[in-house]
């Protein structure tokens, strides 16, 4: 990897850190943005659906079960607009699942960097499977 993209790709991982902010969720706040030909074409954070209250515990510090992934997030949000996500670049702040693994392969993503190994890398390995270029990149 030349120098060029290697600085391309800790700048847009700081931003995917800095969009998880907006997130809600209280035990693990992520943030994802999808660039194509150095345009970012969509971002996601982890959060409940659209029309639903911003909180992702339940009363035991549980996720709920309908919390969105950010992947997931920027996946369909790419989906209603008028870009494709063929051949993108996902940042991430942590590790994809393996649901999030099926869509980034389903979504023709080429590359997916993200900055913070989760406890089970069973979707890491799935995007490796599926020849997708993924790297991990601390910043």
């Known amino acids: 990897m030349n120098n060029k993209q290697q600085n391309l790709d800790y700048r847009y991982m700081r931003m995917a850190r800095i969009w998880a902010e907006n997130s809600y969720c209280e035990r693990r706040k992520v943030g994802a943005l999808l660039v194509k030909n150095k345009m970012i074409i969509s971002d996601g954070y982890n959060g409940t659906p ?40 996902l940042y991430v702040t942590a590790s994809p699942c393996i649901e999030c693994a099926k869509l980034i392969i389903q979504a023709g993503i080429k590359r997916v960097i993200y900055g913070e190994k989760y406890r089970i890398m069973d979707g890491v390995e799935l995007l490796e499977r599926a020849g997708i270029e993924i790297e991990f990149l601390e910043v």
């Not at 659209?50 to 515990?57: A, D, Q």
């Not at 339940?58 to 209603?80: G, M, W």
Request: hydrophobic content about 30%; glycine content about 4%; charged content about 25%.
């Open 50 to 89: 659209s029309g639903f209250e911003n909180k992702c515990e339940d009363e035991n510090n549980t996720s709920k079960a309908y919390v969105l992934h950010a992947e997931a997030n920027a996946i369909t949000k790419v989906a209603r607009s008028h870009n494709s996500s063929d051949g993108a670049t």
